[in-house]
């Protein structure tokens, strides 16, 4: 057991874990913040996506310790209003269905956005291979990106 | 499901809203003898002998709350029952507040979220409900005036004095109106005058669903909650004989090792629950465990064994379920005949949200928390095997991460009770995705041999399905093993058996150890597969264009649907070649199939192609669903977009395969799902009708895999009868 400091949202965080803990538990029963969704464990399903310095990783296979004192943003963080440019082109398009997989998928469009302001469908296709959605929201996931590229030059 | 006790009293809806007597509450329901719909006071509601089942109540502010009986588990009920009130309340949607209906001894009739029945089920009371409300608050309004009810009329929660333009908002009608009696009859809208049913209104939850604040199963949390994960025999029936938690018990945050059971289908299930401080050490104290399983006393079959079986099993005499004429005989003299064979593979249901539950079992009651589809069902099982009147077991309905009728079985919360018992602390037990995916239950395999004749004229003269499969009614103890299957016909189009002079339709059960269970779609899901390839082998025999193949034999209500399909797939320009390039037709296939389940029916169209180097994709896809009534377009096109992506994963990516008794197929590594490179464009369409309102997160399912393997065919000339399939295999 160690005593880690995590930086969640630009809050910080005293934990005592095990350091080959996932961030991802740590994130969900250490620190308690929950839009964080366990959906595989192995890197394939994209479910527990955060933010690890502005780039987007696997929470379930990072160790705690690898995150340590550096800044993680997970869709807690994103905004809490709804006000972020992704949260608001899902509603207009009314992406989720059943919702869990929609932390992931939102928070690896968000960072695609960030590097590719104006994804085309390959852009599209290659950032979001990585995320499983059950429920079937794909078309309306490339959709909303593409609203949300366009929201980005309305602001 | 019946239950002694369908109906919600007052008191228990006053306890869940929270809302005092001050309000005026409405409740409907059925009288003693089942046959009437009436509408009662709150304060008759006791004394009278009508069950109620769903309340509304409006406050001194003007405030709707409603409860939603139904598991919300993406399919939308969470929009389309306030949608339903709001429209015959003449409110609009931000003024009704709604609440989850626990499965705690109140009664709804069955809560129990499965066969695509929220809004079929319910929506003639609820409608009737909104208008009985409605038009008492016009009545007291009227009053207070001294003008006739028949110059007022409400809207956006308030009655107006057409004459006069004078307003009163419902809040201050309550009080009046709770003394008066609801009319027997009351008008419903016309279906032309509708502003919320029918038009595509965002859905309420999506707000919550985008920034991580809806909780699921897996995100409800109590004080002093533990976590527990459960190590279950690989194989399905194992018991444990002994286990050795040393090193279990070294690592730091695990409290307890225990020996569980789970209530399968009435059979109890063995594991070893490690119980700790967080998930993670409780997996990683499960790693450490050692358990010696009993496992002999069943076969540990692999698939190839469980299709060899059934495959036998088709050739014998079945149940017969549903016959007309003799297709035997009409087989052995007809000259145009064929004969197919379909097989069809066991699947996960893999909700994204794996399995888990909260319980918290104490001196006074059991309380449960998760994603479940069937509270109702849950208390019953709960009660009845701990031995507590059903009012002292609360089941509490989180948002589900899908259910896909996995979370309508029983299982996983009775092992989280047994563990919170035992060790007298709140616990969440959480299955792993490799748990999750390997215990089942899980859709069962199936056979299809189907023998069919055409006529003379171009018709089906005789339709002959045998099915060889698990039958999920027989795992009980004691189930009967003589009896037929009554979903052997489910997806087949009920106007068939109007015309189709000879047809039978029967099932060989297979027995196996594996456990099987609904599947989005259930029958359908598998059924469909059989009966639509097999009627294009025929159209294809009768050298007919599947669509007026198909066309001949059916009414009305198909044919419209058939003539909607056909115009916006522009079905007869590809059959005719007009306005492709001269090589087009070589490169492009076209099938259709059309299937009915939870009184809906769907037709598919998908195209596909050959790209540049030969491979074969599927460029789009054509829907046209006929539910009759329905209340929200979008949550229907995002039912039917879902179901037909969930439906290309089990046709052309995933399947459980068994190998020495076990599952195979673990986790997203070997169990491939399909991503958005691999989705179409889908174009959906919905028949505007007066007919019965039908299901809708699941009957779009079925149609699917048979329209592309029939577009495959169109394209290929080869016909596929075995799933899955690899797209990339396919020359
Ligand atoms: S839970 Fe991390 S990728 Fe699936
Ligand atoms: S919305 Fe249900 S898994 Fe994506």
């Known amino acids: 057991m160690a005593t880690i400091t995590l930086k969640l949202n630009n809050k910080s965080h005293t934990i005592d874990a095990d350091p080959k803990m996932p961030l991802l538990w740590a994130i969900r029963d250490l620190v308690g913040l929950t839009g964080t969704k366990y959906g595989c464990g192995i890197a394939q399903c994209g479910a527990c996506t955060v933010h690890l310095e502005g780039k987007p990783v696997r929470s379930c296979s990072i160790p705690v310790s690898v995150a ?27 992406v989720p269905q059943c919702g869990y997989c929609q932390s992931g998928q939102i928070m690896a469009a968000s960072a695609l956005l960030k590097s590719k302001p104006n994804p085309s469908d390959t852009d599209i296709d290659m950032a979001m291979q990585g995320h499983i959605c059950r429920c079937g929201t794909y078309p309306r996931i490339r959709k909303a990106i593409k609203r949300a590229a366009q929201l980005m030059t309305q602001k | 499901m019946e239950t002694a006790d369908k109906s ?70 969470f929009q389309s029952v306030p949608q339903m009130i709001a429209e015959e309340l003449e409110v609009s949607l931000d003024q009704i507040n709604i609440v989850f209906a626990p499965g705690n001894g109140r009664r709804y009739g069955s809560q129990v979220t499965g066969g695509s029945s929220t809004i079929r089920g319910s929506y003639q009371k609820l409608l009737r409900l909104g208008a009985s409300a409605r038009h008492m608050l016009v009545d007291t309004a009227a009053k207070r005036w001294g003008v006739k009810a028949s110059d007022c009329y ?111 289908f009435d059979n109890m299930r063995e594991g070893v629950a490690v119980v700790a401080t967080n998930t993670w ?86 309380e449960v928390w998760g994603p479940i589809q069937g509270p109702d069902w849950i208390q019953q099982n709960i009660s009845g095997h701990f031995k507590l009147p059903p009012e002292k077991v609360h089941v509490n309905m989180t948002f589900l991460g899908g259910g896909f009728g996995r979370k309508a079985f029983t299982d996983y919360p009775y092992e989280a009770v047994m563990i919170s018992k035992e060790i007298k602390a709140p616990v969440q037990v959480v299955w792993t995705r490799e748990d999750d995916m390997t215990i089942g239950p899980f859709r069962p395999g199936m056979v299809y041999q189907c023998k069919g004749v055409v006529t003379e004229g171009g018709r089906i003269g005789s339709f002959e399905t045998k099915i060889s499969g698990q039958n999920m009614d027989l795992q009980n103890p004691g189930a009967d093993k003589s009896a037929y299957n009554s979903s052997d016909t489910e997806g087949f189009l009920e106007g068939y058996f109007n015309s189709i002079p000879h047809y039978s339709f029967g099932d060989s059960p297979l027995d196996s150890p594996v456990p099987v269970m609904w599947w989005r779609s259930v029958y359908a899901s598998t059924n469909a597969f059989a009966f639509e390839s097999f009627l294009d082998e025929l159209a294809v025999m009768a050298e007919k264009d599947p669509l007026d193949f198909r066309r001949q034999h059916l009414g009305e209500r198909y044919q419209l649907l058939i003539d909607k399909l056909e115009a916006v797939s522009n079905w007869k320009a590809h059959k005719k070649n007009e306005g492709l390039p001269a090589d087009a037709s070589a490169k492009v296939g076209y099938g259709v199939a059309i299937t009915e389940c939870f009184s809906s029916i769907v037709g598919e169209v998908v195209k596909v192609s050959k ?27 995002a039912q039917i977009e879902g179901s037909i992506i969930m439906a290309l994963g089990a046709a052309t990516k995933h399947e459980t395969t068994f190998k020495d008794g076990k599952a195979v197929e673990r986790n997203f590594d070997s169990y491939k799902m399909p991503r958005i490179q691999d989705t179409p464009e889908i174009e959906v369409h919905i028949m505007d009708n007066e007919e019965k309102a039908g299901g809708v997160g699941e009957p779009a399912l079925p149609p699917f895999t048979p329209a592309l393997t029939n577009a495959i065919f169109d394209l290929t000339g080869k016909r596929i009868r075995k799933l899955p399939f690899s797209l990339d295999a396919i020359a």
Not at chain 2, 285 to 304: E, I, M, Q, T, Y
Not at chain 2, 620 to 636: L, Q, R, S, T
Request: aromatic fraction near 8%.
């Open chain 2, 611 to 637: 790209d540049a180097i030969g491979k074969v994709k599927i460029d789009k896809v054509w829907a046209v669903m006929d539910c009759g009534w329905y209340v929200n377009p979008d949550i229907i096109k």
């Open chain 1, 68 to 94: 340590a004192n550096k800044n993680v943003t997970t869709i807690e963080g994103l905004s809490s209003d709804n006000s972020d440019v992704v949260q608001r082109a899902w509603i207009l398009e009314q």
């Open chain 2, 281 to 366: 050490a409780a997996i990683q104290g499960r790693k450490l465990l050692k358990v010696d399983w009993d496992d002999r006393a069943f076969p540990h079959h692999n698939s190839d064994e469980l299709y060899a079986k059934m495959r036998e099993l088709v050739k014998g005499d079945p149940i017969s379920f549903r016959t007309m004429g003799n297709t035997a005989k009409t087989f052995a003299k007809a000259e145009k005949k064929i004969e197919a064979t379909y097989e069809t593979p066991y699947e996960s249901h893999s909700c994204m949200e794996p399995l888990n539950c909260v319980a918290n079992v104490t001196d006074e009651k059991i």
């Open chain 2, 154 to 264: 409400a809207e956006n929660g308030e009655v107006i004095h057409r004459a006069s333009g004078k307003k009163l908002n419902y809040g201050e009608l309550v009080t009046e109106t709770a003394q008066l009696e609801p009319p027997k009859e009351v008008a419903l809208k016309n279906p032309q005058d509708y502003k919320i049913i029918r038009k595509p209104l965002p859905r309420q939850d999506t707000p919550i669903k985008v920034n991580g604040k809806a909780i699921f199963g897996l995100d409800f949390k109590l004080p002093g909650m533990l976590y527990a994960v459960v190590e279950r025999s690989p194989r399905f029936q194992g018991k444990v004989v002994k286990f050795d938690d040393a090193e279990t018990r070294k690592v730091p945050g695990v409290k307890f090792v225990l020996k569980v059971n789970r209530d399968e």
């Open chain 2, 8 to 77: 919600l009293s007052r008191r228990n809806f006053i306890k869940i809203t929270g809302l005092t007597g001050t309000a005026f509450t409405l409740g409907i329901g059925f009288s003693a003898s089942g046959k009437d719909m009436t509408v009662v006071r709150a304060v008759t509601a006791e004394t009278t002998n009508v069950e109620v089942n769903a309340w509304i109540s409006i406050d001194t502010q003007g405030k709707v709350t409603i409860i939603n009986h139904r598991s919300e588990m993406g399919q939308g009920s």
